[in-house]
Nanobody
Framework: QVQLVESGGGLVQAGGSLRLSCAAS????????MGWFRQAPGKERIFVAQ????????YYADSVKGRFTISRDNVKNTVYLQMNSLKPEDTAVYYC????????????WGQGTQVTVSS
């Protein structure tokens, strides 16, 4: 298994910044990539960003391009999501997830951390 421990999140004003962290442990050698998702109240969980462990290739949802940056520290087995120029529409519970090798979907999820952006 892969265990994910998320940290960060909180209340910020619009235009502010926040950095989320996700520490992975367990069978991380079998993971292909890690990603961030978010879910607002009453809405479906949607994709935010992904980064591969090997070369650090990144992929972002259009709604966060230019504002969010995903990165990883291979030594610490930790993935970060730097969020700048936050908007009220970014308010959601943010989840970290692991995409395993030979899989097209994410198989492990963290508990999530709340991000609230006020006007």
């Amino acid at each position: 298994q892969v265990q994910l421990v998320e940290s960060g999140g909180g209340l910020v004003q619009a235009g502010g910044s926040l950095r989320l962290s996700c520490a992975a442990s367990g069978r991380t050698f079998s993971s292909y990539a890690m990603g961030w998702f978010r879910q607002a109240p009453g809405k479906e969980r949607i994709f935010v960003a992904q980064i591969t462990w090997s070369i650090g290739s990144t992929y972002y949802a259009d709604s966060v391009k230019g504002r969010f940056t995903i990165s990883r520290d291979n030594v610490k087995n930790t993935v970060y999501l730097q969020m700048n120029s936050l908007k009220p529409e970014d308010t959601a519970v943010y989840y970290c997830a692991v995409r395993l090798r030979f899989s097209d979907e994410y198989g492990y999820w963290g508990q999530g951390t709340q991000v609230t952006v006020s006007s």
